[in-house]
Structures are given as structure tokens and as C-alpha cells.
């Protein structure tokens, strides 16, 4: 066995032992998506609230708080749904199974800081304190990431890191925090999920962790 042999033998172990402990199907596309969707439903919610955009406080009446929920409960919808027909469509073009051990374990420790964030942040809504709304989105989504990416693709760490980093500085800034979200939620998605697709969906890696 020559050196070249040697070192493609290495590579299959490893790409194996990767798909084994894994999940390596995220679409990039849904990146891309998730990122529009944000930004449309933002759009939407300046509209609803641009009077009040950068006094780093709310006032909302009834039926501007249902709206905005609704947004934001339908960006969440589309993104999802988006996500799981992409991935699950991937992942059969891959071989890999959609349910398995290996997923449940994904999504344990990425549903479990997200859902504490969003019911926290359901409970500061329902209190009308709206000025740290933005910021624990982010940080509480950016904590899930970061706790996932152990399970999947590397890169996803990164784009928790950076949701945090925004998270800590909308806290700082609050007056800024819709267009702290707009950056993280819409940008930062579009931007994270164009990379993820040249690198991995276009171009695919068999070294991709």
C-alpha cells in the first residue's frame, strides 16, 4: 500500500466515523430561507411599529401585539417547515437516516435552550416588557446552536457564537434591538446559509466536519 492509498484509507475511516456521530444533512438552503422569511416578517413588523423604532421602548395595543405575534409565530412556521423538507430530502440523497438516535440527540440539546428562551421570552412579552425581547431571542437561539453543533455540522458553533455576541450587544444598546435582530436573525442566516451551501449542498465535501 502506497502513501496515497494510505491517506485515502484515512479519509474514508474518518468521513465514516463522522457520518456515524453527525448529523451531516443540514440544507444551506434553508439558511437562505429561514434568513428571507426573517426579513419579510420584519419588514412586516416595522410597518406595524415604525413610529416607534429606535425610542428603545414599545407601547402596543391589543391588536398590534396579536399581529406581531402572529409574524413571528408564521416566520418561525415557514423556517421550520422549510428546514425539515430540506434536510429530509438531503438526507435521503445522502443515505442517512432522517430519525435516529443520532438526531434525537441533535435536537435534545437544541430544542431544550430554545424552548426555555422562548418561553422566558413569552413571559417578558406577556409582562409588556418589550425593550429586551430582541436580545434574549438571539442569545437564548445563539446558546442553542453552540449546544448542537456537537452533533452536527461544525460551522453551526460559529453562527451561535455570533448570535450571542449580538445578543449581549443588543442588551447593551436596546433601542437598537430590532435592527439587532433584523442582522442576526434575517443577514446572519442568508449569509451563514450561502456559505453552508457552496461549501457542502453544491460542492460536496466528504471532509465536511
Given at each position: 500500500m502506497n502513501k496515497i492509498d494510505y491517506l485515502n484509507d484515512i479519509s474514508e475511516i474518518k468521513t465514516l466515523m463522522n457520518r456515524s456521530s453527525k448529523f451531516i444533512s443540514l440544507s444551506g438552503l434553508s439558511g437562505i430561507l429561514a434568513g428571507c422569511f426573517a426579513l419579510i416578517g420584519a419588514s412586516f413588523a416595522y410597518w406595524l411599529v415604525s413610529d416607534q423604532i429606535g425610542t428603545g421602548f414599545l407601547i402596543l395595543d391589543y391588536d398590534t401585539f396579536l399581529l406581531l405575534?402572529?409574524?413571528?409565530?408564521?416566520?418561525?412556521?415557514?423556517?421550520?417547515?422549510?428546514?425539515?423538507?430540506?434536510?429530509?430530502?438531503?438526507?435521503?440523497?445522502?443515505?442517512?437516516?432522517?430519525?435516529?438516535?443520532?438526531?434525537?440527540?441533535?435536537?435534545?440539546?437544541f430544542l431544550v435552550p430554545l424552548l426555555a428562551g422562548g418561553v422566558y421570552t413569552l413571559i417578558i412579552l406577556m409582562q409588556?416588557?418589550?425593550?429586551?425581547?430582541?436580545?434574549?431571542?438571539?442569545?437564548?437561539?445563539?446558546?442553542?446552536?453552540?449546544?448542537?453543533?456537537?452533533?452536527?455540522?461544525?460551522?453551526?458553533?460559529?453562527l451561535g457564537i455570533i448570535q450571542i455576541i449580538l445578543g449581549l450587544l443588543c442588551a447593551l444598546v436596546p433601542k437598537y434591538g430590532f435592527w439587532f435582530w433584523v442582522l442576526g436573525f434575517g443577514v446572519m442566516h442568508i449569509i451563514y446559509g450561502s456559505i453552508m451551501f457552496y461549501k457542502y449542498d453544491k460542492k460536496p465535501n466528504k471532509n465536511q466536519i
Open positions: 405575534l402572529l409574524d413571528l409565530v408564521l416566520v418561525t412556521l415557514l423556517s421550520v417547515g422549510s428546514a425539515i423538507y430540506l434536510t429530509t430530502k438531503k438526507a435521503k440523497k445522502n443515505n442517512q437516516k432522517i430519525w435516529d438516535s443520532l438526531t434525537r440527540r441533535l435536537l435534545f440539546n409588556e416588557k418589550y425593550g429586551q425581547t430582541a436580545a434574549l431571542m438571539l442569545l437564548f437561539y445563539g446558546l442553542a446552536l453552540f449546544n448542537a453543533s456537537k452533533y452536527t455540522i461544525g460551522d453551526i458553533k460559529y
